[in-house]
């Protein structure tokens, strides 16, 4: 035992009747000094535990109650001041004229507390102890504003309490005749003067200060250490400790970054074989390290039911929200409403198991998100139900019409999916903050959703469910009252699941123990670790009040604590920690931040450890970092020290021991690794294989010739043309990229959407000129009708597609009247002889396209057709860029197929029309877009006559099994790889294409040879 405890054992031992009150610093620290004295052997009968605000609050109850007082919060207390500043602030003034907010209202409550504690009221707030005086009168106004709330609002603070409390104690101390109080002497260090002001009044005969372990210095004579962790207790004087013993109890190391640093601590463990419920881990940043040892203890350690947390661990602060599915939950939901309630983030909470979609948790949420992903709802409250009403309707309307009791079922299936989803949806919605919520609305709407949506599963859900709530009403409460604040409530909520720590435990049974530098040490277990000791986090910078700087403090009154006390208690801390400590030690720091990638130092009390565990003295932080040797990495250093099998096989690889073909030992281990070696392998060899898209077995059943279930269209054919390999993921292996749902902000319709309705529009227009007769059209006539066509489809995409922004739809709708003009007025300029017999035509059915002695059959929609005098000109329009199509050359090798395969199918329809009389006067592809103006590429019948060809050489790579990869990328001439659905599959698609080349390249490759003669234009161009 250290002497505290072993003080407290005596005291329990000569006066085991007497009623003892023990003044810990918390009631988990004290927890943890009696049970160190219980396991001693020593009993400890009518010993209290109180930390010295339940003395206050105990002694004041009464003056409280009498008073009819309600003790403050420390949010209450933040809202309060930030009502007060919301009321004071004025254009002019030092601290009023600032832009108020939390953060600030948060900082001068601190500020008048900290004064109020030292007994510091209005009146001590003098212009002559400030460095501007407008802050010393703004100051004095606000704390006497901030007391006459108090006193109106019937609300009390710690510093009021204290003073009943003191009052109380002046008058009689009665109260302590019948009781011994025992207060530990280092605790007197970090109290206010208020609170010490308190503890003097105890009547002297009934109050007994605690001795404890102090650090050492050279006046401590004829000290014998057991072991090196007793050296570390002149920490402050290094020079004047013994030499070393050498003996392993007291080490340091360094490591390659926090995550590592921890890493090292539990392989350390692992390898000394040291039970859990031995150590305790000390961290000097509960940001950083208690996030860095939960999930690393998920990753190695699994979740287990056995333990509340999943693994085996308990955190003396206890764990962020955020780790917890409510937690998560709430952020994502703040997400959701703030981004005007995008179908993405609504799907990622279902699909994580965030949401209860029902209360038996039927269906499950992966067919609550195949609904989901079905229905494209983009953003904007108003939709989802819509929609969601639509789909049922059309899967309603399909049950009604199936024959085949399968296709019933299945629909029948999806229906009662999509209606569970739908009822879902408005339940959802119903509890959603509506458009003129304020701020206790938009509280009531969080409550709700974490009550009835967010979904739990361990005791750490139901502890975060707890602990959000019990905060949401404490805040619901607290803005009730009225007044104006500067807090946005939804950023509060957002912040929320970060903020509070949930599962706050001491040591327990078979855990490992984590706790902060300042509440740490006490556990009494043999094996401490204490991580993050560089310079950057301890002691830390010591910043100082930015509202009340240390001068000015320091001016005021003696009492009121500055920067460099806080930083020189730290260390004085930290010095009492090491010199109580009675097992074994380990101090470590981290040389290397990973996530900024800036470098570390040790921080002075490593150094000065160094000195004394080395005896070296004078030596310096180089010589501090060559003594202790090579850092800590991902790889461990010694093969008991893995943690799972990744790092086995780092240590494995990175070890001493040299390992012959290191690769052959890891791939027979990941078998799936070694089939992804050979197949890379031979994608960079000069030979065709199976590894490159290339099928040799059921060839039949996927050849287009003389097959009328494989119909071709132009796009199809095309995706041939521009890569084999892309064909056969669509076609072959039928793989669907999943659908986007995620919607730009910055773009609405998109070039696909600008499409359609671009279509749409000039296929009415027209029509209706060719009823009426009266074409060709004229600009000045026919424009305000298209335009009227225009608005009318633009309202349809509006309830189709939702809108991102005003500004967006505008431009995008000026983009495309600008289109219409263009084409109207090319339009105009059409000769009268020519005029329009099809528009929007497809045919019936797939039809047959004869290549020699075999066939195809193929389908297509065609834009339009015009007779010009003895024949037809076939018309294609391209809403978008000129750039890929050339005069001279219709079918880029296979990647344009319209000027192919429409005037075929142009004939056919005809002829279903019973118009006789074909003959061909050419093809042309028109483009009304903002970048071509109205320009327009044609060709002539003979431009086309290879067009049967290229049709051929694309179905026979089909047919040959030869799905080779493009062997263009982002090249000058052509682009294969700009817009492709699968590019993830290929990762690497520029080493892919050149790959490629040299396969194409190769004619041992027979299979290649239709690909090879469709690019041979190509190469001769290059």
């Known amino acids: 035992m250290n002497r505290l405890c072993r003080n407290i054992a005596e005291i329990c031992r000569e006066l085991p009747l007497d009623e003892k009150w023990l003044i810990v610093p918390s009631y988990r620290i004290g927890y943890q000094w009696l049970e160190i004295i219980t396991r001693s052997g020593c009993p400890v009968v009518n010993l209290r535990m109180k930390t010295l605000r339940r003395v206050v609050l105990d002694l004041a109850s009464s003056g409280i109650a009498e008073k009819?007082?309600?003790?403050?919060?420390?949010?209450?207390?933040?809202?309060?001041?930030?009502?007060?500043?919301?009321?004071?602030?004025?254009?002019?003034?030092?601290?009023?004229?600032?832009?108020?907010?939390?953060?600030?209202?948060?900082?001068?409550?601190?500020?008048?507390?900290?004064?109020?504690?030292?007994?510091?009221?209005?009146?001590?707030?003098?212009?002559?102890?400030?460095?501007?005086?407008?802050?010393?009168?703004?100051?004095?106004?606000l704390m006497r504003e901030y007391l006459g709330e108090l006193e109106g609002a019937n609300l009390i603070d710690y510093a009021g309490a204290l003073a009943i409390a003191a009052g109380k104690l002046k008058k009689s101390g009665k109260m302590f005749?019948?009781?011994?109080?025992?207060?530990?002497?280092?605790?007197?260090?970090?109290?206010?003067?208020?609170?010490?002001?308190?503890?003097?009044?105890?009547?002297?005969?009934?109050?007994?200060?605690?001795?404890?372990?102090?650090?050492?210095?050279?006046?401590?004579?004829g000290f014998k250490p057991e072991n090196d962790t007793a050296l570390l207790s002149f920490l402050p004087s290094p020079g004047a400790a013994p030499k070393?013993?050498?003996?392993?109890?007291?080490?340091?190391?360094?490591?390659?970054?926090?995550?590592?640093?921890?890493?090292?601590?539990?392989?350390?463990?692992?390898?000394?074989?040291?039970?859990?419920?031995?150590?305790?881990?000390?961290?000097?940043?509960?940001?950083?390290?208690?996030?860095?040892?939960?999930?690393?203890?998920?990753?190695?350690?699994?979740?287990?039911?056995?333990?509340?947390?999943?693994?085996?661990?308990?955190?003396?602060?206890?764990?962020?929200?955020?780790?917890?599915?409510?937690?998560?939950?709430?952020?994502?939901?703040?997400?959701?409403?703030?981004?005007?309630?995008?179908?993405?983030?609504?799907?990622?909470?279902?699909?994580e198991g965030l949401l209860n979609v029902t209360e038996d948790e039927k269906p499950l949420f992966s067919r609550v998100v195949a609904v989901l992903r079905c229905v494209f709802i983009g953003?904007?409250?108003?939709?989802?139900?819509?929609?969601?009403?639509?789909?049922?309707?059309?899967?309603?309307?399909?049950?009604?019409?199936?024959?085949?009791?399968?296709?019933?079922?299945?629909?029948?299936?999806?229906?009662?999916?999509?209606?569970?989803v739908l009822d879902f949806v408005r339940k959802f919605m119903d509890s959603l903050p509506g458009k003129n919520a304020d701020q206790v609305d938009m509280l009531d709407c969080a409550k709700t959703f974490i009550e009835k949506f967010a979904r739990t599963k361990n005791r750490l859900d139901e502890y975060a469910k707890r602990i959000m709530l019990e905060e949401i009403e404490d805040m619901t409460r607290i803005l009730a009252g009225g007044g104006e604040t500067s807090i946005d409530i939804r950023e509060?909520?957002?912040d929320l699941p970060g903020e509070l720590m949930v599962h706050a435990r001491g040591p327990e049974q078979g855990c490992l123990y984590v706790s902060g530098i300042r509440n740490g040490g006490h556990s009494g277990r043999k094996h401490l670790f204490v991580v993050g000791l560089d310079d950057m986090r301890f002691p830390g910078a010591g910043l100082q009040d930015p509202l009340v700087l240390d001068s000015e403090r320091e001016k005021l009154s003696k009492n009121l604590s500055r920067a460099a006390d806080s930083r020189g208690r730290k260390i004085a801390d930290f010095y009492r920690l090491l010199a109580r400590r009675r097992g074994n030690i380990t101090l470590s720091f981290s040389l290397r931040d990973l996530v900024d990638e800036r470098e570390l130092?040790?921080?002075?009390?490593?150094?000065?450890?160094?000195?004394?565990?080395?005896?070296?003295?004078?030596?310096?932080?180089?010589?501090?970092?060559?003594?202790?040797?090579?850092?800590?990495?991902?790889?461990?250093?010694?093969?008991?020290?893995?943690?799972?099998?990744?790092?086995?096989?780092?240590?494995?690889?990175?070890?001493?021991?040299?390992?012959?073909?290191?690769?052959?030992?890891?791939?027979?281990?990941?078998?799936?690794?070694?089939?992804?070696?050979?197949?890379?392998?031979?994608?960079?060899?000069?030979?065709?294989?199976?590894?490159?898209?290339?099928?040799?077995?059921?060839?039949?059943?996927?050849?287009?010739?003389?097959?009328?279930?494989?119909?071709?269209?132009?796009?199809?054919?095309?995706?041939?043309?521009?890569?084999?390999?892309?064909?056969?993921?669509?076609h072959v292996l039928r793989i669907e990229p999943p659908g986007d749902l995620e919607v730009d902000r910055e773009e609405w319709l998109g070039p696909l959407g600008k499409g359609e309705v671009l279509h749409t529009a000039f296929y009415?227009?027209?029509?209706?000129?060719?009823?009426?007769?009266?074409?060709?059209?004229?600009?000045?006539?026919?424009?305000?009708?298209?335009?009227?066509?225009?608005?009318?489809?633009?309202?349809?995409?509006?309830?189709?597609?939702?809108?991102?922004?005003?500004?967006?739809?505008?431009?995008?709708?000026?983009?495309?009247?600008?289109?219409?003009?263009?084409?109207?007025?090319?339009?105009?300029?059409?000769?009268?002889?020519?005029?329009?017999?099809?528009?929007?035509?497809?045919?019936?059915?797939?039809?047959?396209?004869?290549?020699?002695?075999?066939?195809?059959?193929?389908?297509?929609?065609?834009?339009?057709?015009?007779?010009?005098?003895?024949?037809?000109?076939?018309?294609?329009?391209?809403?978008?860029s000129d750039s890929k199509y050339k005069e001279g050359d219709p079918f880029r090798c296979g990647r344009v197929l319209q000027p192919a395969l429409y005037p075929e199918i142009a004939?056919?329809?005809?002829?279903?029309?019973?118009?006789?009389?074909?003959?061909?006067?050419?093809?042309?592809?028109?483009?009304?877009?903002?970048?071509?103006?109205?320009?327009?590429?044609?060709?002539?019948?003979?431009?086309?006559?290879?067009?049967?060809?290229?049709?051929?050489?694309?179905?026979?790579?089909?047919?040959?099994?030869?799905?080779?990869?493009?062997?263009?990328?982002?090249?000058?001439i052509y682009n294969d790889c700009g817009y492709c659905d699968y590019d993830a599959i290929c990762r690497d698609a520029a080493a892919l294409a050149e790959a490629n080349r040299k396969k194409v390249e190769n004619t041992e490759n027979e299979k290649l040879e239709a690909f090879r003669e469709l690019r041979k234009s190509e190469r001769e161009e290059e």
């Open 68 to 141: 009819n007082l309600r003790f403050l919060s420390g949010l209450e207390g933040e809202i309060l001041i930030d009502r007060i500043f919301c009321r004071l602030k004025s254009d002019s003034g030092y601290m009023l004229s600032l832009d108020g907010g939390p953060e600030l209202s948060r900082m001068i409550f601190r500020s008048i507390s900290d004064l109020r504690l030292a007994g510091v009221g209005p009146g001590g707030i003098q212009k002559k102890k400030f460095e501007v005086s407008e802050k010393a009168d703004e100051l004095a106004l």
């Open 244 to 351: 070393p013993l050498g003996d392993g109890t007291a080490r340091i190391f360094h490591a390659v970054g926090e995550v590592n640093e921890v890493r090292e601590v539990l392989r350390r463990i692992l390898e000394n074989g040291h039970s859990l419920d031995d150590v305790e881990i000390i961290h000097t940043d509960v940001e950083t390290y208690v996030p860095i040892i939960y999930e690393t203890l998920h990753r190695v350690a699994g979740g287990s039911g056995r333990y509340d947390l999943g693994v085996p661990v308990t955190f003396s602060e206890g764990i962020p929200c955020r780790y917890s599915r409510p937690g998560r939950a709430l952020a994502a939901w703040i997400r959701w409403i703030a981004g005007d309630y995008p179908q993405t983030v609504l799907l990622r909470m279902i699909r």
């Open 379 to 420: 953003f904007g409250r108003d939709r989802y139900e819509k929609k969601l009403q639509e789909h049922v309707n059309e899967l309603k309307k399909k049950l009604k019409n199936a024959e085949d009791d399968e296709k019933k079922k299945s629909i029948r299936a999806k229906l009662d999916s999509a209606s569970d």
């Open 601 to 730: 130092f040790p921080g002075q009390v490593l150094i000065s450890a160094y000195r004394i565990l080395s005896g070296e003295r004078e030596g310096d932080q180089s010589a501090f970092l060559k003594w202790l040797g090579r850092p800590c990495s991902f790889a461990p250093e010694r093969e008991a020290c893995a943690l799972d099998e990744s790092e086995w096989w780092l240590w494995k690889l990175c070890g001493p021991d040299h390992v012959k073909n290191p690769a052959r030992a890891v791939l027979a281990r990941f078998p799936n690794l070694a089939q992804g070696g050979k197949a890379q392998k031979a994608r960079e060899s000069r030979e065709f294989t199976e590894y490159d898209g290339r099928i040799d077995e059921g060839l039949d059943e996927i050849s287009p010739f003389n097959n009328r279930e494989i119909p071709m269209s132009p796009s199809r054919l095309e995706m041939v043309g521009r890569c084999p390999l892309s064909y056969f993921f669509r």
């Open 764 to 880: 009415r227009l027209m029509n209706e000129l060719r009823k009426k007769k009266k074409l060709p059209a004229r600009f000045d006539r026919d424009f305000g009708r298209l335009n009227e066509i225009l608005d009318e489809e633009i309202e349809n995409k509006k309830q189709e597609i939702p809108s991102p922004g005003e500004a967006v739809v505008r431009s995008e709708c000026m983009d495309l009247k600008l289109i219409g003009r263009i084409f109207l007025t090319e339009e105009a300029k059409r000769p009268k002889e020519c005029v329009p017999v099809l528009l929007e035509a497809s045919t019936s059915a797939a039809q047959p396209f004869s290549l020699g002695d075999r066939e195809i059959w193929i389908r297509g929609r065609i834009d339009r057709v015009d007779r010009t005098g003895d024949g037809y000109f076939v018309w294609d329009y391209k809403t978008g």
């Open 492 to 494: 509060w909520l957002s």
């Open 177 to 221: 005749d019948d009781v011994r109080v025992l207060i530990p002497s280092e605790i007197m260090s970090g109290i206010r003067a208020l609170e010490k002001e308190l503890i003097e009044n105890i009547p002297g005969g009934k109050k007994e200060f605690l001795d404890y372990d102090e650090p050492l210095d050279k006046k401590s004579k």
């Open 907 to 972: 004939r056919l329809h005809l002829a279903e029309m019973g118009n006789e009389g074909w003959h061909l006067e050419g093809f042309g592809f028109f483009f009304p877009g903002t970048r071509a103006r109205g320009r327009s590429v044609e060709y002539k019948p003979e431009d086309l006559s290879g067009g049967k060809k290229v049709v051929e050489l694309l179905c026979e790579i089909i047919a040959q099994g030869a799905f080779i990869a493009s062997d263009y990328y982002e090249n000058d």
